[in-house]
């Protein structure tokens, strides 16, 4: 399985942070981008270090998955993933910024986050979306219902409490697991409803 991870500027690097594990875990190959904010909200909520380089932050990012993990610079439009010819399964974004949504919904692209996204959209592939912004705004709602008739995912960054979390790794684990299944991605994270995990 083939998938594009993009990380933005929105509060949610342990979420991207479980994705990356979790597909990785699968054999999945990873193509990972992150923005410059995105670089900036992985170091101060991973590493608690805000002034880290980037080289630094994306190397412990991706720790020992190096051999199934491609990291390009938000800029490359060399990347595969920039085309719709190459053979990709699925995309997430995670976290989503608002202005990726803004950006996306407008049918706009400035780096290879956005541009990924949209080649998922035109050739109606799997594209997942992971916001954690809250309160929203009418704008964002729009840009958020405009996707979602696209063909995107939207899976906010909102764990529930039904599966007894007692961690915030379990809430983290919550996102994590839903995100995986809607990229197709089997996962026992956390137990299902009705008490079966898979």
């Not at 990726?100 to 956005?114: E, F, R, W, Y």
């Not at 109606?124 to 979306?129: D, G, K, N, Q, S």
């Not at 299944?181 to 995990?197: H, I, K, P």
């Amino acid at each position: 399985m083939k998938v594009f991870l993009g990380i933005t500027g929105a509060s949610g690097a342990p979420y991207a942070k479980g994705i990356l594990d979790g597909l990785v875990g699968a054999g999945a190959e990873v193509g990972l981008a992150a923005s410059s904010a995105g670089i900036e909200v992985l170091a101060t909520e991973l590493y608690r270090d805000a002034s880290l380089a980037r080289d630094v932050v994306l190397e412990r990012f991706v720790g020992d998955a190096g051999d199934r993990v491609t990291v390009y610079e938000a800029d490359d439009w060399k990347s595969p993933y920039a085309s719709g010819s190459a053979k990709v399964d699925a995309y997430v974004v995670c976290p989503c910024s608002m202005a990726t949504v803004g950006t996306l919904a407008s049918g706009a692209m400035s780096n290879l986050i956005h541009r990924a996204a949209s080649v998922a959209l035109k050739e109606r592939r799997r594209l997942v979306l992971v916001p954690r912004e809250t309160p929203l705004s009418s704008i964002h709602l729009r840009g958020l219902a405009t996707l979602n008739d696209a063909g995107a995912v939207i899976l906010f960054a909102a764990p529930g409490f039904y599966h007894g979390a007692e961690t915030v790794q379990d809430l983290v684990d919550f996102v994590v697991a839903r995100c995986l299944d809607q990229l197709g991605v089997d996962n026992t994270l956390v137990e299902r409803w009705g008490g079966a995990s898979t």
